[in-house]
Protein backbone atom coordinates (compact mmCIF):
# COMPACT_ATOMS: atom_id res chain seq x y z
CA UNK A 1 0.00 0.00 0.00
CA UNK A 2 1.61 3.05 -1.12
CA UNK A 3 -0.16 5.23 1.39
CA UNK A 4 1.41 3.65 4.20
CA UNK A 5 4.75 4.26 3.09
CA UNK A 6 3.92 7.90 2.90
CA UNK A 7 2.45 7.72 6.35
CA UNK A 8 5.76 5.94 7.36
CA UNK A 9 7.87 9.06 5.72
CA UNK A 10 5.90 11.87 7.32
CA UNK A 11 5.90 10.36 10.39
CA UNK A 12 9.48 10.02 10.68
CA UNK A 13 9.94 13.45 9.49
CA UNK A 14 7.59 15.25 11.58
CA UNK A 15 9.01 12.83 14.75
CA UNK A 16 12.77 13.94 13.69
CA UNK A 17 11.81 18.04 13.30
CA UNK A 18 10.45 17.77 17.32
CA UNK A 19 13.38 15.77 18.37
CA UNK A 20 15.50 18.76 16.99
CA UNK A 21 13.48 21.04 18.40
CA UNK A 22 13.87 19.58 22.22
CA UNK A 23 10.99 20.14 23.83
CA UNK A 24 8.27 18.87 21.94
CA UNK A 25 5.91 16.91 24.56
CA UNK A 26 3.09 16.06 21.60
CA UNK A 27 2.57 16.57 18.08
CA UNK A 28 -1.77 17.86 18.12
CA UNK A 29 -1.96 17.91 14.07
CA UNK A 30 -0.35 17.36 10.60
CA UNK A 31 -1.41 19.58 7.79
CA UNK A 32 -0.25 17.85 4.48
CA UNK A 33 -0.30 19.57 0.85
CA UNK A 34 -1.57 16.36 -1.20
CA UNK A 35 -1.74 17.19 -5.39
CA UNK A 36 -5.39 15.39 -6.98
CA UNK A 37 -2.42 13.60 -9.44
CA UNK A 38 -0.12 12.57 -6.53
CA UNK A 39 -1.39 8.88 -6.29
CA UNK A 40 -2.39 9.08 -2.71
CA UNK A 41 -6.07 8.47 -1.89
CA UNK A 42 -6.66 10.30 1.46
CA UNK A 43 -8.79 8.36 3.34
CA UNK A 44 -6.47 5.46 2.99
CA UNK A 45 -3.48 7.65 4.14
CA UNK A 46 -5.35 8.60 7.23
CA UNK A 47 -5.57 5.00 8.12
CA UNK A 48 -2.17 4.60 7.38
CA UNK A 49 -1.48 7.58 9.60
CA UNK A 50 -2.82 6.56 12.57
CA UNK A 51 -1.50 2.94 12.75
CA UNK A 52 1.83 4.38 12.40
CA UNK A 53 1.51 7.16 15.10
CA UNK A 54 0.44 4.92 17.37
CA UNK A 55 3.21 4.42 20.24
CA UNK A 56 4.50 7.85 18.78
CA UNK A 57 5.02 11.13 19.87
CA UNK A 58 2.24 11.67 17.57
CA UNK A 59 -0.08 9.04 19.00
CA UNK A 60 -3.53 10.82 18.50
CA UNK A 61 -2.41 13.57 16.47
CA UNK A 62 -4.99 14.96 13.33
CA UNK A 63 -3.86 14.49 9.83
CA UNK A 64 -5.50 16.97 7.86
CA UNK A 65 -5.22 17.10 3.75
CA UNK A 66 -5.57 20.00 1.30
CA UNK A 67 -5.96 18.96 -1.99
CA UNK A 68 -4.11 20.96 -4.75
CA UNK A 69 -5.90 21.13 -8.22
CA UNK A 70 -3.52 19.70 -10.90
CA UNK A 71 -2.45 22.68 -13.95
CA UNK A 72 -0.62 22.68 -16.29
CA UNK A 73 0.58 25.61 -19.13
CA UNK A 74 1.02 24.85 -22.51
CA UNK A 75 3.81 25.93 -24.05
CA UNK A 76 3.27 27.12 -27.43
CA UNK A 77 0.70 29.17 -26.59
CA UNK A 78 1.03 29.48 -23.10
CA UNK A 79 -2.77 28.75 -21.67
CA UNK A 80 -2.53 27.59 -18.16
CA UNK A 81 -5.80 24.86 -17.39
CA UNK A 82 -6.90 23.05 -14.43
CA UNK A 83 -6.03 19.60 -15.68
CA UNK A 84 -8.91 17.52 -13.70
CA UNK A 85 -8.73 13.80 -13.49
CA UNK A 86 -8.54 11.80 -15.42
CA UNK A 87 -5.99 14.50 -16.43
CA UNK A 88 -5.90 16.17 -19.41
CA UNK A 89 -2.84 17.01 -20.63
CA UNK A 90 -3.20 18.07 -24.59
CA UNK A 91 -3.97 21.88 -24.70
CA UNK A 92 -7.32 22.96 -24.77
CA UNK A 93 -7.10 25.92 -26.76
CA UNK A 94 -4.45 24.56 -29.39
CA UNK A 95 -4.61 21.09 -28.91
CA UNK A 96 -0.37 21.59 -28.29
CA UNK A 97 0.90 17.95 -26.76
CA UNK A 98 4.15 20.16 -25.15
CA UNK A 99 2.77 21.10 -21.54
CA UNK A 100 4.08 22.06 -18.21
CA UNK A 101 2.52 20.65 -15.34
CA UNK A 102 2.36 23.27 -12.85
CA UNK A 103 0.89 21.84 -9.97
CA UNK A 104 -1.17 18.60 -8.88
CA UNK A 105 1.94 16.01 -8.28
CA UNK A 106 2.38 17.85 -4.83
CA UNK A 107 2.96 15.47 -1.50
CA UNK A 108 4.09 18.25 1.39
CA UNK A 109 3.86 18.62 5.06
CA UNK A 110 2.28 22.40 5.07
CA UNK A 111 2.48 23.04 8.64
CA UNK A 112 2.80 20.80 12.40
CA UNK A 113 1.27 21.98 15.69
CA UNK A 114 2.66 20.72 18.75
CA UNK A 115 2.72 21.61 22.13
CA UNK A 116 5.59 22.16 23.80
CA UNK A 117 6.95 21.40 27.76
CA UNK A 118 6.75 24.70 29.82
CA UNK A 119 9.02 24.09 32.63
CA UNK A 120 7.19 24.72 35.85
CA UNK A 121 8.20 28.02 36.79
CA UNK A 122 10.82 28.71 39.58
CA UNK A 123 9.99 29.58 43.04
CA UNK A 124 11.82 30.77 46.12
CA UNK A 125 12.79 28.06 48.35
CA UNK A 126 10.28 28.56 51.17
CA UNK A 127 12.17 28.94 54.49
CA UNK A 128 10.69 28.93 58.05
CA UNK A 129 12.98 30.70 60.82
CA UNK A 130 12.38 29.18 64.21
Known amino acids: MHEMSVALAVVDQVAEA ?6 VTAVR ?22 LVCAGT ?10 AVPGR ?16 RLTCPTCD ?3 TDLLAGRELRIAAVQWETG ?10 EEC
Open 118 to 127: DPMPTREPIS
Open 29 to 50: TVRLQVGELAGVVPDSLAFCFE
Open 72 to 87: ARCTPCAHEWAVGMPP
Open 96 to 98: GTT
Open 18 to 23: AERAGD
Open 57 to 66: LLEGAELVTE
